[in-house]
């Protein structure tokens, strides 16, 4: 008997797939037929720049597309009617599967339109059972579960901030999420980013979060847009949106999220975390200020530091993007905001919250003033001085001659050739790993003059000049992680004076230590 029952059991269970492909079908059908009007050759992202005045993108631009993932993908807005109904509907283990025929062929489109929300008048039996905890708040109620039905909101970045962020609008009820990220699940990921798992690793992180969500709650929509944020693809797709959740962490897509929520009208939830420290701030709200008013110009590039370079505790993003998704929900279910114009910062070593006063919103910014100058999306890696992406920076602040390969290291130490290896990267990142001829001095301390430290890089070329002619000029190498704060060394310690260090020839090693376990030894720790 509970063999039969058991096989009656799976053929409804196959019915029933049956039926939800075939609705599947019909939901990309539907979808189709509105896109055949908008799948003109960017027809309104051009008749918006001629408004404008934009630039006419150059004869290069077309080849990088809307936004394209680091595989050169097609452009996000291509395929969209059949990968909407495919974000919209399905169990997880069909979303798995179907994410490996996409990888096959491209990147996820990003869909011309939307279509609407379906009006709301009641909450279903299981949806009152589902939300039970908080429909009993006074402040909430069944008319703001109603709004969160009704609402939609857009997700840039599906790592640190936007796993906790999107994991609880899921759980709440929001009627749709759209979640934008370029990037793939890497190991390094997993110690932040809780919604990708181990199986995950190599998938898209949009794909890999829409997965996990609907495993969470099937009844809310899901899109994933695989690609990067681009500024011909940004304000139309933030149009479709109620709400925008930026949890990106580069400076250019700060810059884009902030002025396509202020020419599209739409409130801003931005979030941000590094090392033991959070920020939080709600933009262009009921008349606050956006994120120009308070940083008009972008930083210098080589000031500015992410989780790759500084590194972040993960339970700090968890925090944050807690805090954004309840400024999120407060938002869309009429509550309002609490720090639209006030920025909340986390101490987490202290565990202190500040709220700090922000500056009103300034008559004269450049995107939300009186009299804007920017009224369109421009080029924001070169307003910014840097690519719109989470990935370590590779700076450029030596000529090539002062420079050498990690091969070419190689060479000179399988070779014997003398010379001194200079570490100087951080003690604790020294701790993590090291080549164990290498002379570990921080950067800091050659900045500082500290005077036990160069007397110990004195004393060790000293040691490897008794090994050659002293007339020759001693290699001297320096190191780090990527090849950037060694190139900072390298300019103080040509400075050194010759009478007390000799004569040195000082030059980098392009990559660092992250370059060495790429492409000499792969057992190498990476971090």
């Not at 395929?79 to 283990?93: C, F, H, I, N, V």
Request: with cysteine.
């Amino acid at each position: 008997m509970a063999g039969a029952a058991a096989a009656r059991l799976r053929a409804e269970i196959r019915r029933r797939e049956r039926e939800l492909r075939g609705l599947r079908e019909r939901l990309a059908a539907e979808l189709a037929r509105g896109d055949a009007a908008e799948r003109e050759e960017d027809g309104e992202r051009e008749r918006d720049e001629a408004a404008c005045g934009a630039r006419q993108p150059s004869a290069a631009e077309p080849a990088r597309g809307d936004a394209e993932d680091e595989d050169g993908a097609r452009g996000l807005r291509e395929r969209p009617a059949a990968e909407l109904a495919r974000g919209d509907s399905g169990d997880a283990d069909e979303e798995d599967e179907d994410g490996d025929e996409e990888e096959d062929e491209g990147a996820l489109g990003f869909p011309a339109e939307l279509p609407p929300l379906p009006a709301r008048s009641a909450l279903s039996a299981a949806e009152i059972l589902r939300y039970s905890r908080q429909l009993v708040l006074p402040e909430l109620g069944v008319r703001g579960q109603l709004r969160l039905a009704r609402s939609s909101v857009l997700v840039v970045g599906c790592g640190g901030l936007g796993c906790p962020l999107a994991q609880y609008l899921a759980a709440a009820g929001v009627g749709r999420l759209g979640l934008v990220d370029h990037d793939v699940v890497e190991t390094s990921n997993l110690q932040r980013q809780v919604l990708h798992g181990e199986a995950r690793r190599g998938r898209p992180k949009a794909r890999s979060a829409a997965a996990a969500l609907r495993r969470l709650n099937s009844a809310v929509q899901y899109v994933p847009y695989r690609g990067a944020l681009r500024p011909r693809s940004a304000l139309r797709l933030v149009r479709q949106y109620d709400i925008v959740a930026d949890c990106s962490d580069n400076v250019p897509t700060r810059y884009l999220v902030s002025d396509a929520c202020v020419l599209a009208g739409k409130p801003l939830v931005s979030g941000s975390a590094l090392r033991l420290e959070g920020q939080l701030v709600v933009y262009n709200h009921r008349g606050g200020p956006c994120y120009r008013c308070l940083f008009p110009e972008p930083p210098p590039p080589d000031t500015v530091t992410n989780c790759a370079d500084g590194g972040v505790l993960g339970v700090v993003t968890g925090i944050i993007g807690c805090l954004q998704a309840l400024e999120v929900l407060k938002i869309a279910s009429g509550m309002g905001s609490s720090f639209s114009g006030y920025m909340l910062m986390f101490d987490a070593l202290e565990g202190r919250f500040r709220n700090i006063k922000l500056r009103p919103k300034k008559a004269d910014c450049a995107v939300c003033g009186d009299n804007p100058s920017v009224t369109c999306l421009q080029d924001y890696e070169a307003f910014c001085g840097s690519s719109a992406t989470d990935k370590c920076r590779a700076l450029q602040l030596l000529p090539g001659a002062d420079r050498i390969s990690v091969q070419r290291y190689k060479e000179l130490l399988d070779a014997r050739v003398p010379h001194v290896l200079l570490d100087v990267r951080p003690p604790v990142e020294a701790e993590i790993c090291r080549l164990p001829h290498a002379l570990h001095i921080p950067l800091r301390s050659l900045q500082e003059g500290e005077h036990e430290s160069l007397r110990r890089l004195q004393r060790r070329i000293g040691e490897e000049k008794q090994r050659t002619d002293d007339q020759t000029p001693l290699p001297v190498y320096v190191v780090c992680k990527l090849g950037n704060d060694s190139q900072k060394a390298v300019k103080i310690l040509q400075e050194l004076p010759a009478e007390e260090f000799g004569s040195v020839l000082v030059k980098d090693i392009k990559g660092g230590l992250m370059a060495w376990a790429a492409k000499i030894d792969s057992t190498f720790p990476q971090y």
